[in-house]
């Protein structure tokens, strides 16, 4: 007979199990060492679990936006919000559409939640607007009350100070120490005019072609005069209700944010989308503190230029430009020569805060919808401490369970399964922990659910393992050649129940949201951690105690006693007895 071939060993008959064992250790390591070094060594918990604010938003219905509230928007308006509330610095709120009007914020602790508030629910719909009228707030004085400009002065600073109104003998009575939006002037950071003087804030409807020349008091629409005369901006709902539902094409009226006067407003005349970027800084050139600085497209820019040109040629109060925040007028400072090169700055009475909150709302945009605060929920760091100790304490009497049942049934195979089931725990833990940093990803009580569900899973690829080596064992084979025949059909199984388990918590995932989305990841995450601890641990770790003498001999406390399987003694040399066809089920 001819001597066998020389070569590689088939993974088949014998395989490389310290190989694979090297490889799972290897990756074990190197996630916990980046964990580690990552400084981030327990999972990111979420609102449920750390405790938190819930934030309720439902949208409105407007004057002329019957249809708006639909899909596409209230999307739109997630996108947005979610951008704004990551300005803030927090990467673990979850913003989430609930039924057709409703936006779910869910702010973890350690955020403020006041400012939080006023954040996510701020349409910030900004317009530039010219002022036809402004007057005193009592209820029908619309007797104008003009705004003098200073002169331009031929220093880059007075300039920008006297050309946006606020350093001039008399203030704009639109000037104010309250709101988040607080400002005195507007001036110009172009660096291509540094003398330009200034007045912007972003808008929401472009139009193609500058505006003509403010409406005259005279050509103000009847209806509009007689909604001015009758405005109490001291009236918080006549405050704001104040020019609701106008166009930006249309001329309306508004109240300062103070309350204190209230203005005829021309159509918009530069579109907030036009603004490119906000940023808040600290300008220590001028002594003006706090500021925000904004960046207009090239077409914004240009016509920017243009409206500012036009208005220095008017006479008070219809040389000023209104910035209007959500129906509200900011600020109203005059212009006395055109603003060009295509950035400004927002200045005045802000704080540190302030500039950041307006700077963040400018830079990702207006929401498509009006929303109404709907609900405030904290929830206390203590029950979700409570919550995560009983999710706990369910974890580990279910793992209890199982440990108990594969020692009474498996016995020294329960070490096999118990290791890897510890193996499986410390990838899951490693892999979350660097979750968070990496993607935002919060554990929170489904994903703890999601993760003990998984226990069972796991379980069950060894135990289908561990019945194929014994179908072998029944059919009178060794044990270092059973291990081996039993892995193909094992194989198959596992990977078949992997995958639907993998598959179910996907679509679950994906056609869920919220926290059901927790459970789904984690329950398909620890469904391919089971694929790679059965393939590179649990398998190479049997093939190897599979040559120890302890199972090799089928010890009663092994769990592969051939007597309690019903193993067959072998037959005696010399005597040939007729072996009984296999029966099928």
């Known amino acids: 007979m001819a001597a066998p071939k020389k070569g590689r060993r088939s993974p ?10 090297a490889v799972i250790l290897v990756a074990l390591v190197a996630l916990t060492g980046a964990m580690f070094a990552s400084g981030h060594t327990k999972p990111r918990l979420g609102i449920d679990l750390a405790g938190g604010t819930e ?12 249809n708006a509230i639909n899909k596409a928007n209230m999307d739109t308006a997630v996108n ?41 629910g701020t349409t910030a719909q900004l317009f530039f607007r010219t002022v036809i009228t402004e007057a005193n707030n009592t209820p029908g004085g619309n007797k104008p009350s003009p705004t003098p400009s200073g002169k331009p002065s031929s220093a880059p600073s007075s300039a920008a100070h006297n050309g946006a109104g606020a350093k001039s003998a008399s203030p704009s009575p639109s000037s104010t120490t309250q709101g988040r939006a607080v ?56 405050m704001a209700n104040a020019g609701l539902g106008a166009k930006p094409t249309d001329t309306t009226v508004a109240c300062s944010q103070d309350g204190k006067t209230k203005y005829i407003l021309g159509p918009s005349q530069v579109d907030g989308k036009q603004v490119t970027g906000a940023k808040s800084v600290y300008d220590t050139q001028s002594g003006e503190g706090w500021i925000v600085t904004l960046e207009f497209s090239s077409a914004g820019g240009k016509k920017f230029a243009d409206v500012t040109g036009q208005l220095a040629k008017q006479q008070p109060p219809n040389n000023q430009f209104a910035i209007v925040l959500d129906n509200q007028v900011v600020s109203a400072p005059s212009v006395s020569q055109p603003i060009t090169g295509g950035s400004a700055q927002i200045y005045g009475n802000f704080t540190q805060q302030s500039s950041e909150d307006l700077a963040n709302v400018l830079s990702y945009g207006a929401l498509p919808l009006s929303f109404s605060t709907s609900d405030v929920t904290t929830v206390s760091p203590a029950l979700g401490s409570e919550q995560l100790h009983g999710g706990l304490i369910a974890g580990a009497f279910g ?60 379980a069950d690829s060894f135990i289908v393992y561990f ?28 990977l078949v129940s992997d995958f639907v388990s993998f598959l179910a918590a996907a679509v679950l995932f994906v056609c869920s949201v919220g926290k059901v989305q927790g459970f ?25 105690l599979a040559r120890r003498r302890f199972y090799a001999q089928g010890h009663p406390w092994s769990g592969l006693n051939p007597k309690s399987l019903g193993v067959q003694a072998p037959l005696r040399r010399g005597r040939r007895t007729a072996r009984p066809e296999a029966k099928e089920a």
């Open 520 to 544: 789904a990841f984690t329950l398909g995450l620890t469904t391919l951690l089971d694929v790679v601890v059965v393939y590179l641990f649990t398998k190479p770790l049997m093939t190897i």
């Open 183 to 238: 400002t005195d002037a507007l001036k110009a950071a172009a660096s291509s005019s540094p003398k330009a003087a200034a007045s912007a804030t972003p808008s929401a409807s472009p139009s193609t072609a500058a505006t003509p020349p403010p409406t005259p008091a005279a050509n103000v629409p009847p209806q509009v005069q007689k909604q001015f005369n009758a405005l109490d901006c001291s009236n918080p709902t006549q």
């Open 80 to 120: 947005i919000i979610n951008k704004r509330v990551n300005g803030l610095g927090v990467s673990e709120a979850e913003v989430q559409t609930q039924g057709d009007r409703n936006i779910i914020v869910d702010i973890p602790r350690g955020t403020n939640t006041d400012q939080a508030v006023k954040q996510v």
């Open 467 to 494: 019945e194929r080596i014994r179908d072998e064992l029944r059919g009178g084979r060794s044990l270092a050649p059973a291990v081996q025949r039993a892995w193909p059909r094992a194989r198959r199984t596992i």
């Open 12 to 21: 088949g008959a014998h395989g490389y199990p310290g190989r694979a064992l």
């Open 399 to 458: 793992l209890a369970l199982v440990v108990l049942y594969l020692l009474a049934y498996y016995r020294g195979l329960s070490f096999v399964a118990v290791v890897s089931l510890v193996v499986s725990a410390a990838l899951t833990y490693t892999i979350m922990t660097l979750l968070g940093p990496a993607i935002g990803f919060a554990l929170n009580l489904p994903a703890v659910c999601g993760a003990i569900v998984a226990i069972g899973i796991t």
């Open 55 to 66: 934030i309720t938003l439902t949208a409105k219905n407007t004057p002329g936006q019957a």
